[in-house]
């Protein structure tokens, strides 16, 4: 005779089983090998839903909380943007020891070839969503 338990753990298992093969059944370039699960994943888009200027693309993780300048940002990732793109699509590592801090924000700087900014944003990190920064055109 078979109990409630031994049905829900059988079910669990075939699910696990049909997702695992689904996942393996994928072809290669459908997967993106370079995103893991504790990724922050997210976009850039240019304010009033321009363009992103033609530049280089920071984008990092930092909490502005800790006061030491160097240990401030966690991870990094850099993108070349040729300007004609109006979205660009990121995914920065998400290190362990950031995820308990509330006040963690995911910035984006854009930079002429000469180093000059030409763009900034940034938005707040929440665990599980994907994040939606807007650069906005810096005024010197």
Do not use: C, N
């Not at 669990?12 to 393996?24: K, M, R």
């Not at 800790?66 to 920065?92: H, V, Y």
């Not at 900014?117 to 906005?136: D, E, I, N, W």
Request: hydrophobic share 45%.
């Amino acid at each position: 005779m078979t109990d409630r338990r031994t049905v829900l753990m059988a079910a669990g298992v075939a699910a696990v089983a049909a997702a695992t093969g689904a996942a393996a059944a994928q072809s290669p370039d459908i997967r993106a090998p370079d995103i893991r699960a504790t990724d922050i994943r997210g976009a850039v888009t240019f304010v009033g839903g321009k363009a992103i200027p033609e530049g280089h693309l920071e984008i990092y993780l930092e909490d502005p909380a800790i006061q030491d300048s160097g240990r401030r940002r966690a991870a990094k990732t850099s993108l070349k943007s040729e300007g004609g793109s109006k979205t660009m699509e990121f995914s920065l590592p998400l290190p362990a020891s950031s995820t308990a801090s509330p006040t963690l924000q995911v910035v984006a700087r854009l930079e002429r070839a000469d180093g000059w900014l030409v763009a900034r944003g940034s938005a707040q990190f929440q665990a599980g969503l994907p994040v939606h920064v807007t650069l906005k055109a810096v005024i010197y």
